[in-house]
């Protein structure tokens, strides 16, 4: 994302903090002259020096001789900064930032947002013993999601957990069972879906009428009566999300009031609503454009002007915002192809390792790893998957720099709905994943060999016994 020369000071800093990862480069590469950014706001993370493209103080290159490709590599720098600002933006009141666990879930990444004070969201059992795993206590774990089991309750029950953020009449009732039947209170928040338009792709949309999310906020001050009268269950706040991706403040501005309006309402009705959880969404630039979302400290005062008159502590979920930037996905050339009136790039990365593409139509920036001359010439190429599929397609006609076999790419701003979104489709391995800390980096998720893949497959004993 290059900004054009009219940009003012403002669009520059909300460019430099959500795009961080390798701003100096593009900067210099764009041959245009910009205001100066403060040292404070420039984040090269992920940044070309000596020519290689480096997460923090570690050339790419030496991590894909180390480990492979395709790799994930995230940096601990890009993920401090990212959380520090959510933390900045909503310093005016007692809030708990909590990472969205379901876009990177592993437990380095969690430990790296858990040390520095972060909650985590979570929406499954697994995802609840992962925060745990990585150190993250009970008190600061909320537990979303539509389809909690009996189980998955009864786990966060007894480990300890901040909240529910329960999504339906039956899932709460069972929950009173649960709780009632081990003794104890389970803290809850109802998600409350608020019919608002959140201009984001259908697929993660999720604050509309007709999306599977939360209870009708028509519906809400009965299923709260119904919640203060079950036992084993005690009402401590209100719950909403509307959807990810958000690169606009107005519908949270219309999801926000409608929540304030709901709480001075369930007050009046005798709930003592004490705390907030505004869900998670802010967006960041996929692409080199202009089209910077807000700032965090932007979307702070939207929820400020909308519910800090309430005097509710604040919960947020951000994902995408923290962990975005904070990965690429490094890949290498296998060919180029010659194709009939176009050119195929075809990487060792495939869709199984970055669904998004496929799965949304999403972009990502490709860039080489070996920083190209300022006149090197470009041109279209189909940026393609060895996987058997045509819609193992990355991009279509990406004007990109001439590549060879063996050559090094950086698929840009993976670090969200990545791996976590990965498979073993074509009995390829999962792609493992790195995390950099200054001039260090570790594999904190292995390549599995194909013996091993093969290894958790098992014959029945009747088929071998007929050979």
Not at 249 to 275: C, N, S, W
Not at 280 to 287: A, Q
Request: hydrophobic fraction near 40%; charged fraction near 20%; aromatic fraction near 6%.
């Amino acid at each position: 994302m290059v900004p054009d020369r009219n940009h003012d000071t403002a669009q520059l800093d909300r460019f430099a903090h959500l795009s961080g990862d390798g701003v100096g480069h593009w900067l210099r590469a764009s041959a245009l002259s910009f205001p100066p950014l403060s040292q404070d706001r420039l984040m090269d993370h992920f940044n070309y020096k000596d020519g290689v493209l480096c997460a923090e103080d570690v050339p790419l290159a030496q991590i894909a001789e180390a480990v492979g490709t395709p790799v994930y590599v995230y940096s601990t720098a890009t993920l401090t900064r990212h959380f520090q600002q959510f933390q900045k933006a909503l310093d005016w009141t007692d809030h708990l930032v909590c990472f969205a666990v379901k876009s990177n879930s592993n437990i380095a990444v969690l430990k790296v947002l858990g040390d520095l004070g972060a909650g985590m969201d979570v929406v499954s059992g697994g995802e609840y013993a992962r925060a745990k795993a990585a150190g993250v206590p009970g008190e600061r774990i909320v537990f979303s999601g539509v389809g909690k089991t009996e189980d998955e309750m009864r786990l966060a029950l007894e480990g300890g957990i901040r909240q529910f953020n329960v999504e339906s009449e039956p899932e709460l009732l069972l929950l009173s069972e649960v709780a009632t039947s081990l003794g104890v209170t389970a803290p809850i928040a109802l998600r409350v879906n608020p019919d608002v338009d959140a201009h984001t792709h259908e697929k993660i949309a999720t604050g509309k009428s007709d999306n599977k999310f939360g209870i009708p906020i028509a519906k809400s001050r009965a299923v709260y009566a119904l919640a203060a009268s079950l036992p084993g269950i005690e009402v401590v706040g209100v719950d909403m999300h509307i959807g990810s991706q958000l690169t606009e403040l107005e519908p949270f501005r219309q999801a926000y009031a409608k929540m304030a309006e709901l709480v001075t309402a369930l007050r009046e009705d005798g709930h003592d609503i004490r705390r907030l959880d505004m869900g998670g969404g802010l967006g960041i630039p996929y692409r080199r454009d202009n089209n910077a979302p807000p700032l965090p400290v932007e979307y702070g005062k939207v929820v400020r002007e909308a519910v800090g008159h309430l005097g509710c502590e604040i919960e947020i979920e951000p994902g995408r915002n923290i962990s975005g930037n904070a990965g690429i996905l490094l890949s290498s050339v296998i060919y180029l192809k010659e194709g009939e009136g176009r050119d195929f790039l075809i990487l060792d990365a495939a869709m199984n390792d970055l669904m998004r593409p496929a799965m949304y139509g999403a972009h990502h920036d490709i860039v080489p790893v070996i920083e190209p001359e300022l006149a090197a010439e470009v041109a279209p190429f189909d940026v393609v998957g060895p996987v058997c599929e045509s819609g193992d397609t990355f991009e279509k006609g990406m004007q990109l720099n001439r590549f060879a076999a063996g050559d090094l790419v950086a698929f840009r701003s993976a670090g969200a709905y990545g791996a976590v979104m990965a498979s073993e489709y074509n009995t390829r391995p999962l792609v493992p994943e790195v995390l950099v800390s200054g001039d260090q980096f570790a594999v904190i998720r292995a390549r599995p060999s194909i013996e091993e893949i093969i290894a958790r497959d098992a014959i029945p004993g009747w088929m071998t016994a007929k050979s």
